[in-house]
């Protein structure tokens, strides 16, 4: 495997920005090597979102994804984004507009990923499941497929949550709730949404049965469903941690590359 550690100046987060990326070695092993080092066309992509408190290294310390990205021959970038929940602030970094253009953009032209939407995938754990799902309901022609592993899918449980644990938070959640027709909320991103006039991502749903946003996840579902959105609901036990997460991932990324 490949592990590159890239920084460049990013306008939107108005600042240089960190980003990881893994690349499979050719699958003959040692040298000489018996085939291309890149596929035709480039490698098919899964851009990995960490939680609030987190960063990318959590996913590289905690998650099997390096052999993940072996065995399913797939590029990932994970890029660190602190706690914004990759939306944009008013008042600060553009999070949201930096991993639909710049990232893309920037990882696409410097190093050999596939540009077809069918070949990029979408996921995340926690506060980055959040940001996956708005994502691709917001911008559907990025990502064929998306996965929120115990996505923070009530926003302003996911606010409580991170008040408690000392977070600090993006500029919109200065008042003490969000309201139900904020963009900033699923719910609200997810009635906007219209799969007949476009086509939408195929969205994967993973959560434990006794995490905290179980019932957010569980409603994101129904209601997605019921709109005409493709959702895959896993319920399994487990909790908000990686013991969940780990062996969660590897279950999305069966999934993703599925055909």
């Not at 008013?90 to 253009?101: A, D, L, Q, V």
């Not at 219209?194 to 409603?219: H, I």
Request: proline content about 7%; aromatic content about 12%; some cysteine.
């Amino acid at each position: 495997m490949t592990h590159i550690v890239c920084t460049f100046p990013s306008v939107c987060m108005e600042t240089d920005v960190t980003l990881h990326l893994l690349t499979p070695t050719p699958s003959s092993g040692l040298m000489p090597v018996r085939e291309p080092l890149v596929p035709k066309g480039g490698f098919p992509t899964l851009y990995l979102l960490h939680g609030m408190g987190d960063s990318a290294e959590s996913w590289l310390l905690h998650s099997r994804i390096a052999s993940l990205c072996e065995q399913y021959r797939i590029a990932v970038v994970i890029p660190s984004c602190g706690n914004s929940f990759y939306a944009d602030d008013p008042h600060g970094p553009k999070t949201f507009s930096y991993i639909t253009s710049e990232l893309l953009e920037y990882t696409r032209a410097m190093f050999p990923l596939s540009q077809r939407r069918e070949d990029t995938f979408l996921a995340g754990y926690s506060m980055g499941g959040y940001g996956a799902v708005r994502i691709g309901l917001l911008c559907p022609q990025l990502f064929s497929k998306v996965a929120s592993l115990s996505g923070t899918l009530d926003l302003n449980r996911g606010a409580g949550f991170a008040r408690i644990c000392g977070y600090s938070l993006p500029s919109f959640f200065e008042k003490r709730k969000i309201p139900g027709d904020s963009p900033y909320d699923i719910f609200f991103c997810l009635d906007q949404a219209e799969p007949a006039q476009k086509s939408f991502p195929l969205f994967y749903a993973a959560c434990g049965k006794e995490d905290y946003f179980l019932d957010s996840t569980v409603s994101f579902c129904e209601q997605a469903n019921a709109k005409g959105l493709s959702v895959l609901s896993k319920l399994s036990p487990g909790n908000h941690n990686w013991d969940y997460w780990d062996p969660a991932l590897t279950k999305a990324l069966k999934w993703i590359m599925a055909a």
